[in-house]
C-alpha cells in the first residue's frame, strides 16, 4: 500500500525523506565499509578471503578465485539456445543506441598554421562489478561490457560475488561469454571493491570499477574514488512515475513493483494529479504482489521507501521529480513526449504506457546503469564515455607564439610565476635568434 506523503509545495522536504534512505544507512555502513578497505588496502589477499569467508561463506584462495575454463564450459552447458539467442538481441540492441555515443577527438586546423584538438582514448584495465547477493544480473554483465568494449577497452575483467558453493551463476558466465569476457573473479561487496582498487597479490589493480551493487558496494566505490575511478554511485533502484487521470493503474502498480523488487532499499514513489489514481494503484498493488515470488522484498520497500505524493498540477509533478533526481522516470499522461522538455534531473526516462522501464532494464538499448539516491543532478548514467579519457593536443608555430608573446608572459608575472614567463621570453633571445636551427618549426 502506497503511503500518501503530504506534498503542502514543500518539495525537499520530501527530497530529504527520500534521499535519507541513502544517508542514514551510509552513516552506519560507512565505518564497516572503511575498516575492510583499510583491510584490504593493508593485508591484501588474506583480507579479501577472510572476508570472503565471513560475508559469503566462500573459502576463497589464491587458486580458485577466477572461474576457470571448465566450470565455464560446465555452466555454458546449462544454457539454453533460446536464452543465448535473448542476450545476443540485448547486446545488439545496445550496441545500437551506444555506438551514437562514440567519436569525441576532434582536431581544428587554423589558418595562422595552428592546430588544436582532443584525442579520446580508451581506458587500459577496467573492473565490472556484476551484484550477485539476492538476484543474479546478467543484463548488467552486457549493460557495463558493452559501453567498455565500444570504447576500446582492452582488459575487462568481471567483480561478483559467490555463496558457499563457489559458483558463478551460469546466466552470468553466458553474458560475459556473449561479450568475449574471459576474466571473472569470484569475490564481491566491499572487499572486492577494494581489492581491484588496490590491487592485492592475486588481482592486479584497475584505473576504473564501474557497476551497480548495493550499499556496501556504493559506499566501497566511493571510498575508493580517487585511487581509481568510479563511475557513479549506482545504488539500490529507484522508479519515480509522473501519473494523470488517464494513466492505468494496472500499468503504474505493475511497474513501481518491478523496481520494488531489487532490494529493501529500493523505492517507488507515484507523483499524481489523481487521487482516484492513487487508491485504484492500491488495489492494483495489493492484487498483483499476491503472485509474485519477490513479495517480502517488495512489500518492505514500499512501506519504507514508497510512497504517493499528490499534486495541483503536472507542472507541479516536475518539480517534485526535478528535486528528488529520480534513477528512473516514467511519464504516463496524456502526450507524454510533450512532456520531456520539464525533465531536468533523471538517470533514464521512459515516455508512455508501452515503454516500461524494465524494457530498459533489458532491450530497449539505453543503459540501466544508473544514478541513484538523488545523484542524478550531476551524474550520468553509463555510456561509451564512462569508458573514455582525453588529451588535449596543441601545435603552434613561432610567429604565432610571437604574437602572444607578451600577454602570456604579463599573465604568468601576475601571478608571481616567472618560470613560466620565463618559458616563453628565452624562445625570443636574440642571441639564439641568430643561430636558430629549428627554423622549420
Ligand atoms: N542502479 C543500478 O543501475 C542498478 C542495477 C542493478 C542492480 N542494482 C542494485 O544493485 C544491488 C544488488 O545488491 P545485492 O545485495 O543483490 O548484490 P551485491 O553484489 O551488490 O552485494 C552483495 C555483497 O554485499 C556484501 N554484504 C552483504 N551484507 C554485508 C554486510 N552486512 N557487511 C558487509 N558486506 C555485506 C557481501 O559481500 C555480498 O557479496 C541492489 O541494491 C539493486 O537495486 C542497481
Ligand atoms: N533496474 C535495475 C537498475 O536499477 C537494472 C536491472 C537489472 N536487471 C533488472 N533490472
Redesign the pocket.
Known amino acids: 500500500m502506497l503511503k500518501k506523503i503530504n506534498n503542502n509545495g514543500n518539495i525537499s522536504q520530501i527530497a530529504t525523506k527520500f534521499q535519507g534512505r541513502k544517508t542514514n544507512v551510509s552513516e552506519e555502513v560507512n565505518q564497516?565499509v572503511q575498516n575492510i578497505v583499510d583491510d584490504i588496502r593493508a593485508k591484501g589477499d588474506e583480507a579479501l578471503f577472510d572476508y570472503a569467508k565471513k560475508?559469503?561463506g566462500y573459502k576463497l584462495t589464491k587458486e580458485n578465485l577466477t572461474v576457470t575454463p571448465a566450470e565455464r564450459v560446465a555452466g555454458l552447458e546449462k544454457i539454453d539456445p533460446d536464452y543465448l539467442r535473448i542476450l545476443q538481441r540485448a547486446k545488439k540492441q545496445i550496441e545500437e543506441f551506444h555506438k551514437h555515443q562514440l567519436g569525441n577527438s576532434w582536431t581544428t586546423y587554423k589558418e595562422n598554421g595552428v592546430i588544436m584538438g582532443q584525442i579520446a582514448r580508451p581506458l587500459e584495465r577496467v573492473a565490472l562489478y556484476v551484484?550477485?547477493?539476492?538476484?543474479a544480473?546478467p543484463s548488467?554483465v552486457i549493460m557495463n561490457a558493452v559501453p567498455a568494449l565500444l570504447a576500446g577497452v582492452e582488459d575487462l575483467v568481471i567483480i561478483t560475488?559467490v555463496k558457499a558453493d563457489g559458483l558463478v551463476n551460469p546466466n552470468i558466465l553466458a553474458a560475459a561469454e556473449v561479450c568475449g569476457i574471459s576474466t571473472i573473479y569470484k569475490v564481491?561487496?566491499?572487499?572486492a571493491v577494494a581489492a581491484v582498487a588496490y590491487g592485492t597479490s592475486s588481482i592486479p589493480k584497475v584505473d576504473k570499477i564501474v557497476g551497480?551493487?548495493?550499499l556496501?558496494?556504493a559506499t566501497a566505490k566511493k571510498i575508493c574514488y580517487g585511487i581509481v575511478d568510479i563511475d557513479m554511485i549506482?545504488?539500490?533502484?529507484e522508479v519515480l512515475i509522473i501519473a494523470d487521470e488517464y494513466a492505468n493503474p494496472k500499468y503504474v502498480a505493475a511497474d513501481l513493483m518491478a523496481q520494488a523488487e531489487?532490494?529493501k532499499?529500493?523505492s517507488a514513489i507515484l507523483v499524481t494529479t489523481s487521487e482516484k489514481l492513487v487508491v485504484l494503484v492500491n488495489k492494483e498493488l495489493d492484487r498483483q504482489v499476491k503472485s509474485l515470488e519477490r513479495r517480502e522484498i517488495i512489500e518492505s520497500s514500499i512501506e519504507n521507501y514508497g510512497g504517493a505524493i499528490l499534486v495541483d498540477t503536472l507542472d507541479e509533478a516536475f518539480e517534485v521529480s526535478n528535486q528528488l533526481a529520480p534513477?528512473h522516470l516514467e511519464i504516463l499522461t496524456q502526450d507524454s513526449l510533450a512532456q520531456l522538455p520539464k525533465v531536468k534531473n533523471a538517470g533514464s526516462i521512459f515516455l508512455g504506457e508501452y515503454t516500461p522501464e524494465p524494457l530498459g532494464d533489458y532491450m530497449s538499448g539505453s543503459n540501466?546503469?544508473?544514478p541513484?539516491g538523488g545523484t542524478a543532478k550531476f551524474y550520468s548514467g553509463l555510456g561509451v564515455y564512462s569508458f573514455v579519457k582525453y588529451s588535449t593536443f596543441s601545435y603552434y608555430p613561432k610567429a604565432i607564439l610571437a604574437t602572444f608573446k607578451d600577454d602570456v608572459e604579463a599573465f604568468a608575472e601576475s601571478e608571481g610565476l616567472t618560470a613560466h614567463a620565463n618559458s616563453i621570453a628565452v624562445r625570443f633571445d636574440e642571441a639564439d635568434e641568430a643561430k636558430n636551427t629549428n627554423k622549420g618549426e
Open positions: 564497516i560475508l559469503d551484484p550477485g547477493g539476492t538476484a544480473y548488467t560475488p564481491g561487496g566491499a572487499q551497480p551493487g548495493n556496501f558496494v549506482a545504488g539500490p533502484s531489487h532490494d532499499l529500493a534513477e540501466h546503469v544508473l541513484t
